[in-house]
């Protein structure tokens, strides 16, 4: 049964830093790409970022240059990294994976930027 599983979010000033973990069981991880994405209230749901199984990684526009993505193979973990934080980046963030023709979503984890 795969699994999704965020963690890390909260409220933090502007300019400030946060990291999300999304852990998962259920799958061979290191074989599959994972992505983050981001729902801001009233809005669609963003594709933030993602990391390919090589490593490889794209990022929105919106969050380039400001936010990273590690993955952990060994934890079967991937990570978000947000640096400089704006009140823009305030939204629930899920990660997700396409596995054997299913896209599974964690339950997602909020992240408030405010003072």
């Known amino acids: 049964q795969v699994q999704l599983v965020e963690s890390g979010g909260g409220l933090v000033q502007p300019g400030g830093s946060l990291r999300l973990s999304c852990t998962a069981s259920g799958f061979t991880f290191s074989a599959y790409s994972i992505r983050w994405y981001r729902q801001a209230p009233g809005k669609e749901r963003e594709l933030v970022g993602s990391?390919?199984?090589?490593?490889?990684?794209g990022y929105a526009d919106s969050v380039k240059g400001r936010f990273t993505i590690p993955r952990d193979n060994a934890k079967y973990a991937v990570y978000l990294q947000m640096n400089s934080l704006k009140p823009e980046d305030t939204a629930v963030y899920y990660c997700?994976?396409?596995?054997?023709?299913?896209?599974?979503w964690g339950q997602g984890t909020q992240v408030t930027v405010s003072s």
């Open positions: 997700s994976a396409f596995v054997q023709s299913t896209r599974y």
């Open positions: 990391i390919s199984t090589a490593e490889s990684t």
